[in-house]
């Protein structure tokens, strides 16, 4: 921990002093990034986000490899990232995302399908890693008269932006940057933190251990509607970091279709996802066929495939004030191979910002959120089957029941936010003989 905090503090001071400098104009020597009709070419982000968690010790009666410890437990996770932005030539911009990472979560990741810290990995060590999180290069071709303002953030650079136009996309990026979206429940750096809340739980997005995948992807935008497709490598193992080479046999397939409306004169947003994924895959059935306790890894082989949907809606009833929920479900004959053990989830919520109270800048979220699987999948791990995340060597069945509840305080300028989380977790890992587990946390966000 002495190595990540002198790191983390270098890297802070340095990104610090650059980010100062990140909407000056290479050519004026001023600040152009909030002048309408000015492109930026260049620019700068950072964030650090470190989440605390602690949970007392909870009723468990047994306990398998892959089960959330009953003992008290803490555990820290820490992420540090660059975001830089470049504007190549007409239409061409590219994004370049080193981040460093280290902590854990709960007993090593493991136990809840909604596991509450979506900032963990389940790398296997603690210790922080830096490594490279995006790199890719877009190609917008737009057309048409009616135009956005893009503002400076983090992977978007200042300027206008036709509301029309086709966009093609390569590289390395989370699935997350372009799909299922929500103005509410999407980043657990800054709004819900657990894992079933940061997308569709049943979704099996593409992604190596860290959460990013190579690919290309595409988008047809259009004033009011979307259109968003990808094709994207899978990984050799389950949750794993080494890219299958025979990308014929290994690929996914990811389509959503978004519509922007009003509602009473306030914005909403619906959103239908489709996806198939497949690779060197087990199936459940196969795995209870072919051994007792039974092993997925040992019946693997080409294929394979899992497919599913999510449904997703966003609305404001008032300025500060909205909604979201969102319904996925997978077929859950073969093995997850990439997010969580979730086959089926629903979830719902909503966020309140504080000008009732004075705190205009502060928010408060309430979700909640029920989890299951499919019937193979319930029968492998009730015969002692284990997944890469869940696994308590039996099972009474019962769907994984979350609430989650969190204060956001903005503490400095928009730059800096703290935090309190609560969560309630009945049946973790779909086990009725285990828990209830009860999470708090405490969360430091910075950006710049």
Sequence with gaps: MKLLSTTLTSVFIFLAFITNAQSVSPIAGRDTSKEKGISQRVNFHFQQTVITQTKPGFSAPYSGLNSLSPNRETATSITSTLFAGARLWKGAE?????????????????GVAGFPNGETFRVGSAEPKIYLARLYLTQNFEWGNDQDTLTDDANQLAGLKSKRYFSITAG??????????NTFSHDPRTQFMNWSLMSNGAWDYPANTRGYVLGLYTELGMPDWSLRFAFTT???????????????????????????????????????????????????????????????????????????????????????????ARASWNDGRTETWAFTEIDRSVSIGGVLKGNSWQR??????????????????????????????????????????????????????HKFYISPDYQFVMNPAYNKDRGPVNVFAIRAHAEF
């Design 94 to 110: 590219a994004y370049f995302n080193p981040e460093l990472s280290g902590g854990s979560g709960f007993s090593k990741t493991l």
């Design 172 to 181: 390395k990026f989370g699935m997350a940057d372009f799909f299922d979206g």
């Design 234 to 324: 899978t990984t050799t193992t389950a949750n794993g970091s080494v890219w299958d080479g025979r990308i014929s046999k290994a690929n996914t397939q990811t389509l959503e279709y978004e519509k922007r409306y009003t509602l009473n004169g306030q914005k909403g947003a619906l959103r239908l996802l489709g996806f198939r994924n497949k690779g060197k895959m087990g199936r459940y059935r196969d795995a209870l066929a072919f051994s007792n306790p039974p092993v997925i890894d040992t019946v693997q082989a080409y294929g394979h495939h899992k497919y599913g949907f999510g449904i997703n809606a966003e609305q404001f009833f008032m300025d500060d004030f909205g909604v979201f």
């Design 360 to 413: 205009d800048d502060d928010e408060i979220g309430l979700a909640l959120v029920d989890n299951g699987i499919s019937g193979d999948h319930r029968d492998y791990l009730a015969a002692g089957g284990y997944g890469f995340i869940i696994g308590d060597g039996k099972l009474n069945y019962g769907t994984e029941l979350i609430a989650e509840l969190y204060y956001k305080v903005n503490a400095y300028q």
